[in-house]
């Protein structure tokens, strides 16, 4: 698109990278552009292929990407954390090339490998963009067994929302992946409006911590499974993070306990809640105040409204559909996010999946409400609640635990069962209590685990699977 190129060329000797291999500028952005498409053409890439991209952030990682974009292709990014998944996934894709970027070491056309692969026809809903040579993009939800749906996106509906006005940007730590929704749009609106993507090399909380300090970051887009553990670990202690500006969260419920604490570390950074869906786009947001979880959701190309106590939206960005699945839109348009709400005059406050909900003996409980709880007690460095099937109320709530320090397993379940009868439901109080045996209760996305089908070890049970709905 035209007007992109033109941006960048206004935008000239800004910085629109830096991290370990130091700053490049857009005027030098652009010189990648033109490097990269040179490569494209040799591999014989051209407009209509479908590109599997395996890479993280780097900016020549970003110029292939624009690159293949400008080309006129549609591109599934991939994360190596799903590595196992690549096959399956370029299959429902018909992907016709696949490009690895080099892990370790200088990243060019040269250490890129391109790979033919054996295509076949593109899916119906793919085959108009294939044959007009419309760029777009194949991302992939995520989903408790591992098999997501294939979202196809067109790029143009994307960034459209880019196209009117150069908006406010910062130097942005990218920390939500490639191959996610929120990644993407994070990348499109710094690079589109002349700010500054920081790249770090993993996910680790004292790594972030150190780019953020080393390269005076201002705003860090993250979840907030990754806020309660760096507020948990106390590592944000080392560094100068006082370059902060702005901290965005989503992709899932925010505990109560952790806004509070986040605030109260950090009382000059604006804390603002994100909402969006690979199906839909991203929402524009307005949080109520840092402290709050309530949030104007919205924005132009979108409509809301909430059925039966549901959200459901109707967006302008929406994908074209699923390569693999029915269409989840109704008759005018409109998408179940399955997403359980409270409203307030304009402001919305969402309090967690449809699907997550547990049932105990007909009392629906919310995990994140007993989660922001259970956070709050003393050696508990982090905790996640799930549904697990019970034979006399159906389900129970399950809370695993991690500890900060050892403690005898017996002891903290009193001690925890002690405080939930004193501030909980009955029915809210956990009835099988676990403590995890690994480092983390998070995924490689930083996105906590509930689905009890997704656990293939249930850690050290403290209570009887019959446990009675006040976990006695």
């Known amino acids: 698109m035209s007007w992109i190129n033109e941006r960048f060329r206004r935008f000239g000797d800004r ?18 552009l033109a490097t990269w498409a040179d490569a494209i053409r040799g591999w014989g890439i051209g407009p209509g292929d479908r590109v599997g991209l395996i890479g993280d952030y780097h900016i020549d990682t970003v110029a292939l990407l624009q690159s293949l974009i400008e080309a006129g292709c549609v591109v599934i990014p991939l994360s190596e954390d799903d590595r196992g998944l690549f096959d399956e996934r370029l299959t429902i894709c018909c992907a016709t090339k696949l490009l690895t970027v080099a892990a370790d ?46 979202v196809l996106l067109d790029h143009a509906r994307m960034v459209e929302k880019f196209q009117d006005r150069v908006r406010e940007s910062f130097r942005t730590l990218l920390f939500l992946k490639l191959d996610h929704i929120g990644g993407l749009n994070t990348l499109f609106s710094v690079i589109f409006n002349g700010g500054t993507i920081v790249t770090c090399a993993t996910r680790q909380a004292k790594d972030i911590c150190e780019s953020v300090q080393r390269h005076r970051v201002e705003l860090l887009p993250t979840t907030p499974s990754f806020l309660t553990m760096l507020l948990m670990s106390g590592v944000h202690r080392q560094y100068d993070l006082t370059s902060l500006k702005v901290v965005t969260y989503g992709t899932e419920v925010m505990p109560t306990s952790t ?5 109260q570390t950090f ?31 919205g924005g132009e190309g979108f409509e809301l409204d909430v059925r039966d106590g549901t959200l459901w939206i109707r967006s302008r960005q929406a ?3 699923y390569l693999n699945a029915p269409s989840p839109f109704d008759a005018e348009g409109w998408y179940d996010t399955g997403d359980r709400v409270e409203t307030d005059g304009e402001y919305f406050q969402i309090l967690g999946r449809e699907s997550e909900i547990i049932n105990v003996a007909g009392e629906k409980v919310f995990p994140i409400e007993v989660e922001s709880f259970l956070l709050t007690l003393d050696n508990v460095l982090d ?36 405080a939930c009868r004193g501030q909980l439901a009955p029915f809210k109080v956990p009835g099988f209590v676990t403590i ?15 689905k009890s089908s997704a656990i293939a070890n249930a850690g050290e049970p403290m209570a009887a699977s019959a446990a009675t709905p006040d976990g006695r």
């Open 15 to 32: 910085e629109i990278a830096v991290g370990a291999d130091g700053a490049v500028t857009y005027a030098q952005f652009l010189d990648k």
């Open 267 to 297: 009382p000059k950074v604006t804390l603002k809640q994100t909402y969006g869906l690979s199906e839909l786009g991203i929402l524009a947001t307005q949080s109520k105040d840092s402290s709050s979880r309530w949030m104007k959701i």
């Open 105 to 150: 070491g200088p990243i060019a056309p040269d250490t890129t490998q391109c790979r033919d692969l054996d295509a076949a026809e593109p899916h119906p809903l793919m085959a108009p963009m294939v044959n007009e040579g419309r760029p777009g993009f194949v991302i992939f939800t995520s989903g408790s067994t591992g098999k997501g749906k294939a």
């Open 319 to 321: 994908m074209l559909g």
């Open 259 to 263: 806004l509070t604490s986040l605030h």
């Open 383 to 418: 905790v996640v609640v799930r549904d697990k099937k019970s034979p006399v109320t159906g389900q129970m709530v399950w809370a695993e635990f991690l500890l900060e320090r050892e403690e005898d397993p017996v002891t903290f379940k009193r001690r925890v069962l002690d």
């Open 436 to 450: 995890a045996k690994g480092e983390t209760l998070v995924g490689s996305r930083f996105k906590k685990i509930r």
